[in-house]
């Protein structure tokens, strides 16, 4: 697509339940990146996929969070057993891969914002 | 790994002042630097980047930010700002050989009238 997909744009939750956001990223971009936007933070690095590699998931706060990328195309990002503080807007990013050719700098998405009651 | 820091988490300044976010970074090897803005209610977007060549780069609004690797800083300047300018500004660093990229925590630029 033209740009990079996130769905839902808001997703409100009770305390307890599981939540899949999902992002589609720019055709033929082969890195993809997560991001979590707390009120007043800045942007928190969650998990990086390249490729066909193992992803990078040094930034994932506990292991409620998950992600998996299908295809190499789309990934979906799952929070289990949803906290109060999962409250957040994530963002996905993607872009072109290390040595394909010069950094373009990241696409974000618009944001899934994430409400837990 | 390579990581930002933003010391300025507001600056509100007035319209037609010169602006300056400060922006250093920690990295042992080469890097590429990025600056992000995002406008009230809206996602991020590319404003500024360094990759090689000239330390000064610039785009056609007027934002300008410098290299200076014996600082290790990236800062963004603007020599007279408008309130359109409000908005949040990122930092952002990957290391030149892949393409994990690290963000300040963000510097809230307010431009009273």
């Known amino acids: 697509g033209a740009g990079v997909s996130q769905s839902p744009s808001n997703k409100v939750t009770e305390k307890g339940k599981d939540v899949e956001l999902r992002c589609d990223p720019i055709s033929g971009h082969t890195a993809l990146y997560w991001y979590r936007q707390s009120l007043g933070q800045g942007l928190e690095f969650l998990i990086y996929?390249?490729?066909?590699?193992?992803?990078?998931k040094s930034g994932l706060p506990s292991d409620r969070f998950s992600a998996e990328r299908t295809g190499g195309s789309v990934s979906t990002l799952t929070i289990q057993r949803t906290q109060q503080e999962d409250s957040a807007v994530y963002l996905c990013?993607?872009?072109?891969?290390?040595?394909?050719?010069?950094?373009?700098?990241?696409?974000f998405g618009s944001g899934t914002r994430l409400t837990v009651v | 790994a390579q990581s930002v820091t933003q010391l300025d988490s507001q600056v509100p300044v007035f319209e037609e002042a010169p602006v300056e976010l400060r922006c250093n970074y920690s990295s042992s090897v080469s890097v590429y630097l990025f600056w992000y803005v995002q406008y009230p209610n809206q996602g991020l977007q590319l404003l500024l980047k360094?990759?090689?060549?000239?330390?000064l780069v610039k785009d056609i609004n007027g934002f300008e930010a410098e290299f200076n690797k014996s600082q290790t800083s990236f800062h963004l300047r603007k020599p007279s700002v408008h309130i359109s300018d409000t908005a949040e500004y990122f930092c952002?660093?990957?290391?030149?050989?892949?393409?994990?990229?690290?963000f300040g925590a963000g510097t809230r630029l307010t431009v009273k009238p």
């Open positions: 996929f390249q490729g066909n590699s193992a992803p990078d």
């Open positions: 360094y990759l090689s060549g000239s330390t």
């Open positions: 952002a660093v990957t290391l030149s050989n892949n393409n994990d990229m690290r």
């Open positions: 990013a993607s872009s072109r891969g290390p040595g394909e050719s010069s950094p373009l700098g990241y696409t």
